[in-house]
């Protein structure tokens, strides 16, 4: 079959659908797999090897052109999320349209596959992958995939190689905070600084860079001036796509529930990953990644209110989490 998959998410959302678009390709190697994504989010999909076409579209754009189509050019459409545009787009460019149950009984008419979403939590991976197991399509490989080309390797290497120390240590990325929205994810920079001062004093030659947009610039600015000699700071100057290329320089990363945590997921950084207990890591973790380290949050019930602090992660189980995977790198 020749399928469409459509979904318009942030970040981290898109990557979480990579293992499902990498699986329909092994399924159907010979046939077309296109893939709709939000115009700011699509170029996280670039240049991966299974996609043979990759457009933008949002919830209000293009439905014009499907009204002009007078056959449906792909046997299948996939459609993550609840939009009912988009629903209707696919029924117009698509035999078949597999979706999780739609809240407007209209939209779910125009499903030939209503899936019902799980009872239970389960990986985000696995979740979405039930919408392709309505086609037949499975898979056991649930590890997130990006591809940094060469341009963009030399391009972030130009840049770092200069504003690093001479003396050679582990470069160490940090990302302090989540979206606007998930304030409550954003562990403490008072804490992010003592971690980085515990690891400076076992490793003296370390390099932080600080990641993030032009959001972060405050916390930057306090880190920069507790560690200016150990310190690169990066937060909103790259494009999404530059920053992975700097991000791969890496030899750890450390942040918070977020996109560029998935991102050094996809990448294989070696990294320690910290959760809030309102979105559990065990449901978010990048799946197959040899050299990960999740810290939850230790509440202990569900639900969890968006005010429980992120500060109750200690300084010393991260910097315990951190200390290993720089060992286990040869650090």
């Given at each position: 079959?020749?399928?469409?998959?459509?979904?318009?998410?942030?970040?981290?959302?898109?990557?979480?659908?990579?293992?499902?678009?990498?699986?329909?390709?092994?399924?159907?190697?010979?046939?077309?797999?296109?893939c709709?994504?939000?115009?700011k989010?699509?170029?996280?999909?670039?240049?991966?090897?299974?996609?043979?076409?990759?457009?933008?579209?949002?919830?209000?754009?293009?439905?014009?052109?499907?009204?002009?189509?007078?056959?449906?050019?792909?046997?299948?459409?996939?459609?993550?999320?609840?939009?009912?545009?988009?629903?209707?787009?696919?029924?117009r460019?698509?035999?078949?349209?597999?979706?999780?149950?739609?809240?407007?009984?209209?939209?779910?008419?125009?499903?030939?596959?209503?899936v019902?979403?799980?009872?239970?939590?389960?990986?985000?991976?696995?979740?979405?992958?039930?919408?392709?197991?309505?086609?037949?399509?499975?898979?056991?490989?649930?590890?997130?995939?990006?591809?940094?080309?060469?341009?963009?390797?030399?391009?972030?290497?130009?840049?770092?190689?200069?504003?690093?120390?001479?003396?050679?240590?582990?470069?160490?990325g940090?990302?302090?905070?989540?979206?606007?929205?998930?304030?409550?994810?954003?562990?403490?920079?008072?804490?992010?600084?003592?971690?980085?001062?515990?690891?400076?004093?076992?490793?003296?030659?370390?390099c932080?860079?600080?990641?993030?947009?032009?959001?972060?610039?405050?916390?930057?600015?306090?880190?920069?001036k507790?560690?200016?000699?150990?310190?690169?700071?990066?937060?909103?100057?790259?494009?999404?796509?530059?920053?992975?290329?700097?991000?791969?320089?890496?030899?750890?990363?450390?942040?918070?529930?977020?996109?560029?945590?998935?991102?050094?997921?996809?990448?294989?950084?070696?990294?320690?990953?910290?959760?809030?207990?309102?979105?559990?890591?065990?449901?978010?973790?990048?799946?197959?990644?040899?050299?990960?380290r999740?810290?939850?949050?230790?509440?202990?019930?569900?639900?969890?209110?968006?005010?429980?602090?992120?500060?109750?992660?200690?300084?010393?189980?991260?910097?315990?989490?951190?200390?290993?995977?720089?060992?286990?790198?040869?650090?």
């Amino acid at each position: 079959m020749n399928i469409l998959v459509i979904n318009v998410a942030r970040i981290g959302d898109t990557l979480l659908i990579t293992p499902i678009l990498r699986a329909i390709k092994q399924a159907y190697p010979d046939h077309k797999l296109g893939c709709l994504a939000h115009p700011k989010r699509m170029e996280v999909l670039q240049g991966l090897p299974f996609i043979d076409t990759l457009a933008g579209i949002t919830p209000g754009s293009q439905w014009w052109r499907a009204r002009l189509l007078r056959q449906r050019p792909w046997d299948a459409a996939l459609v993550y999320g609840q939009d009912a545009p988009l629903i209707r787009y696919a029924s117009r460019v698509a035999k078949q349209v597999v979706a999780f149950n739609q809240p407007l009984a209209a939209s779910n008419r125009l499903l030939s596959h209503c899936v019902a979403k799980p009872d239970t939590l389960i990986h985000a991976v696995k979740g979405r992958l039930l919408l392709a197991n309505a086609l037949g399509i499975h898979t056991d490989d649930f590890s997130l995939s990006y591809q940094v080309t060469a341009e963009e390797s030399h391009a972030a290497q130009a840049w770092l190689q200069p504003r690093l120390p001479q003396q050679s240590g582990p470069l160490v990325g940090m990302q302090f905070t989540s979206f606007a929205t998930k304030w409550y994810r954003d562990w403490p920079i008072e804490q992010f600084m003592a971690l980085a001062d515990a690891l400076r004093q076992r490793h003296p030659a370390i390099c932080f860079v600080l990641l993030g947009d032009k959001h972060n610039l405050a916390k930057e600015e306090m880190f920069y001036k507790q560690f200016p000699q150990h310190t690169v700071c990066a937060s909103g100057l790259f494009t999404l796509r530059q920053s992975a290329a700097l991000m791969q320089r890496l030899h750890l990363y450390i942040g918070v529930d977020t996109g560029p945590t998935h991102l050094a997921g996809a990448l294989r950084i070696p990294m320690v990953a910290l959760y809030h207990c309102r979105f559990p890591g065990r449901n978010l973790i990048p799946l197959g990644h040899p050299l990960l380290r999740m810290i939850e949050h230790p509440h202990p019930h569900s639900p969890c209110p968006e005010q429980t602090p992120m500060q109750e992660i200690a300084v010393a189980t991260v910097r315990q989490a951190a200390q290993e995977l720089l060992q286990a790198t040869g650090w």
